[in-house]
């Protein structure tokens, strides 16, 4: 629990760190790409009731996400967040929960059951990845450092999704892809691959010490609610959150309606076998891998407006060779769906890597506000954001697929319901894309401002006078906080003000 002063980051500490997201990206690859799935094919769920099922868990984890993020902004004050960390504490407790993930993949249950599984396996997930999304900032306060960290974190953000896709692909060719066993299997070996990750990460990463951490006081629960609510929608009146919250919910959302729609897709638009999603996945995943460390350095010496647009012009190029070969009923189909995912596996590495990346970097942009350390505030918002949005593009889903006649368990759809499922790609996918892009043009972080921020607050808070402050630096607190300098460090009531 020392700070950075104490540690060096080492060629570990990235792996270490890293392997958190094989829970963050492993899990949601599996339940996006095949829970849908499973539950109108296996267990003969109703579409509406499956989509009902993520949109319900989602929604009721919208609220867990800020009251995660503000429980461990505050966890020192607990003699058990000064034993064992405000952050790491929860990923310790989480280990042992992991295996809640098999349950998810057990046939012959009812709506209630599978609901209530879906539940608490989304409140297990945010108590995990609401710390360890903060433990980059907390870990350094070096540009290249964070930006490394979580490029590890997007890498192994691959890797989960390579072993995601690859494993139902095996359990398949082992227990039959009509076997619901093949799912159980899958989140079964899963579940073990999650548990050693945690075990991983806990034991090599670490947080600020007490001693760098303001102490805000919260007189009873009700002051503690109040404070809650006001930090997280105060985050939205700093500039550079804005347009960064742009990217990720718009940019994630094409994804994530991509992921959802994706094995409909093959299997009733283009009549290939439900096995070809799994080494199609498989696939994207390894290209994402290479994509993810090509964006890292790039990002790492160019920032992230211009490398992010270009990675959703892959993406969307990608969704409209899709719909061409739906519409044009062009020949060699299995080889072209082969190509256009391979390239659109070269954008969606750099779409998931850089929003995760310029998010380590909004707690200091936010300190020259409100002279406060938030991460925690901030990673409950951005996933609190981000699950709103991922929740609402799946229940829509479902509710476009229900209306045009989409029939559960069924190998074939109606034409209606196919048309629907391209309609979804073409305006829902790409249409997500490109506000992703509008919202990307608007940032202006860049390496050089934010070392100009972190310079700034290094000198007020060593006793540095705000009427020396620089134009140059005036200029850069203007363009990412949108507050001029002389309402800020505390001059605002940006956040909840202490009595």
Known sequence: MNS????????????????????????????????????????????????????????????????????????????????????????LIGIPLMILYPLLWITGMNFIY?????????????????????????????????T??????AMFGKVANFIAAALPGVFFGLLGKDSPYSFLATGLVYGVIMIVALTFLYFNSWERPITEVKNERIDGVIEGFKKLFIDIFSTLRIRAFRDH????????????LFTAVFTYYIVFVLKQPSTMVSGLNSMSAILQLISTALFMWICAKKGFTRPFSFALGIVISAILAYVLIAVLHLSHIAWLIVA????????????????????????DIDEIVTN???????????????????????????VVLQFFGF??????????????????????????????????????????????????????????????????????????SGFDYENCFGNNNVGYQEK
Not at 454 to 463: Q, T, V
């Open 340 to 363: 256009v995912t391979a390239w659109f596996g070269l954008g969606t590495g750099g779409v998931y890597y850089i929003p995760w990346t310029t998010y380590v970097f909004m707690a």
């Open 245 to 256: 919250l742009g990217m990720y919910l718009f940019g994630f959302g094409s994804e994530w």
């Open 372 to 398: 406060r350390r938030r991460e925690g505030i901030y990673s409950g918002a951005m996933t609190m954001a981000g699950k709103l949005i991922r929740a609402t593009v799946v229940f829509i889903l479902g």
């Open 4 to 91: 950075d002063k104490n540690h060096k980051i080492t060629l570990v500490t990235r792996l270490a760190y890293g392997s958190g997201n094989l829970l963050g990206s492993g899990a949601l690859a599996i339940s996006g790409s095949w829970l849908l799935f499973f539950y109108t094919t296996f267990c003969h769920l109703p579409v509406f009731q499956a989509a009902l099922i993520f949109s319900i868990s989602t929604y009721l984890d919208v609220i867990l996400n800020p009251l995660m993020g503000f429980i461990t902004d505050n966890f020192y004050g607990t003699k058990v967040g000064k034993k064992f960390g405000r952050r790491r504490f929860f990923i």
């Open 114 to 146: 599978y609901l209530c599984t879906y539940i608490m396996f989304e409140m297990t997930y945010t108590m995990v990845m609401i710390p360890y999304e903060t433990l980059a900032v907390e870990m350094t306060n070096s540009f290249e450092e964070r």
């Open 407 to 480: 029939k559960e368990g069924a190998s074939t759809q109606p034409q209606s319901a196919v048309n629907a499922i391209v309609a979804i790609m073409l305006i829902g996918v790409v249409g997500l894309a490109i506000l992703g892009q509008i919202s990307a043009s608007r940032l202006k972080l860049t390496k050089d401002n934010h070392k100009i921020i972190l310079n700034e607050l290094d000198r007020i808070h060593h006793g540095g006078k705000p009427e020396d402050v620089t134009d140059q630096t005036r200029k850069i607190v203007k363009e990412l």
């Open 148 to 153: 490394y960290l979580t490029g590890f974190k």
